[in-house]
Nanobody
Framework: QVQLVESGGGLVQAGGSLRLSCAAS????????MGWFRQAPGKERKFVAA????????LYADSVKGRFTISRDNAKNTVYLQMNNLKPEDTANYYCAASQFRITTIEGRYNYWGQGTQVTVSS
């Protein structure tokens, strides 16, 4: 099993920045892709960003391209999501996820999930 713990969420004004972290523990050798998803109140969970095992490949949702950056430190088993120029529509619960598969946006391919961290952007 793999355990994922997110941190770094909070309240920020529009235009501000936050950095989310996700620390993995357990059978981390089984992890390939790491990703971030988000779920706004009353809406379905949606893909935000993903990074390959080496960090050489990344994927982003169109809504966050140019504003969010995903990165990982394999020595620390940690993945990060740097969020800049935040907008009120970025308000959501952000989930870290780990996959045994190659980089993908498909939620069903992620085997492990964190509990989520709330990000609230005020206008």
């Amino acid at each position: 099993q793999v355990q994922l713990v997110e941190s770094g969420g909070g309240l920020v004004q529009a235009g501000g920045s936050l950095r989310l972290s996700c620390a993995a523990s357990g059978r981390t050798f089984s992890i390939a892709t790491m990703g971030w998803f988000r779920q706004a109140p009353g809406k379905e969970r949606k893909f935000v960003a993903a990074i390959s095992s080496s960090g050489g490949s990344t994927l982003y949702a169109d809504s966050v391209k140019g504003r969010f950056t995903i990165s990982r430190d394999n020595a620390k088993n940690t993945v990060y999501l740097q969020m800049n120029n935040l907008k009120p529509e970025d308000t959501a619960n952000y989930y870290c996820a780990a996959s045994q598969f190659r980089i993908t946006t498909i939620e069903g391919r992620y085997n492990y999930w964190g509990q989520g961290t709330q990000v609230t952007v005020s206008s």
